[in-house]
């Protein structure tokens, strides 16, 4: 989970910023097209990523106007990725909301996600740099190839963590890279630095996938009454770090395994799962995991420029705590 930011003060009137060039986009279009990107983009969430790309694009010449345009990219792209996602998963809500193709119907959810993937393209342009279009570009690719990996190995009890983190360094980590790239790109860093705020985000978006694992499995949201319930990853047959190290367990292998292979696994089912885990030792495991890369996090912070920038860092770091 990641706390509230209290700590980035100096970001609020950016991200305030922000959030107004997002309604100003909005009021832009109408129709169905303006409905769904009301019902996403401006359902505010952690702004995390774009957070992110501010704090490194921090230095003695940084003007919040002339950065707009890369932030709202980022978070324009993030959405698209979830509306896609969405519907891949048939996931009902996303943020306590319901999500697009069940307010509206798939086709459209998917022309919506397009038109938003689409015009990041067209905010960054207005740099005209070659450099900033080839990361979104890369990114762009990594997500597609992360949602093609996870539909492929949806209720595959048998991948490693080989494959695990090769999905989640696509479908995570890459808008986490992205945000620190354009950010060091965009303040002049050298290529030596943004090369370490990309690994930088690279560990801090494996951090953040594997917390989200463990907020899945989490037997305080199963009432359901969390933005993100527990058992999501499970109804959707997702597996997930904790899932790979419980299924280790030969007791629990033996009796998940015919629930998780199941088409439709129901409510009680998952509860039974997530209960299940909790008496094998992939919680724990899991954990170390977490605590590994986000110390490797911290540890490529020591060598960015730049005082104000890794101190911000560091805490973003600290942000994200384990819920399990």
Known sequence: MIKKLKIFNFLVKDIEKLEKFFLEFADSLDGILKEAIVNTLMVKGKRIRSILFLICAKNKNYNIDYLLNAAASIEIIHTASLIHDDIIDSSFLRRGKKTIHNIYDKDTAKFVGNYLFTHTFCLLNKYNNSEILREM???????????????????????????????IGEKTSSLFKLSCALGGILSNSTKEDIERMKKFGEYLGISFQINDDLLDINPDRLAGKARKPAGNDIKQGNVTLPLIF???????????????????????E???????????DAVRITRTKFDYYLKKAKEVVDSIKGADRR????????????EV
Not at 142 to 160: A, R
Not at 270 to 278: D, H
């Open 246 to 268: 419980a299924l280790r367990d030969p007791e629990f292998k033996k009796i998940a395994s015919p629930i998780l292979s199941k088409q439709k696994i129901t409510d009680k």
């Open 137 to 167: 570009s890369t990114a762009s690719q990594n997500l597609v190839k992360g949602e093609f990996d996870q539909l492929k190995t949806k209720k595959d009890l048998k991948q490693n963590l080989e494959i695990y983190f090769k999905k």
């Open 270 to 280: 998952v509860v039974k799962i997530i209960n299940m885990i909790s008496k094998t």
């Open 311 to 322: 101190a911000c860092l560091v805490k973003i770091c600290d942000s994200i705590n384990p």
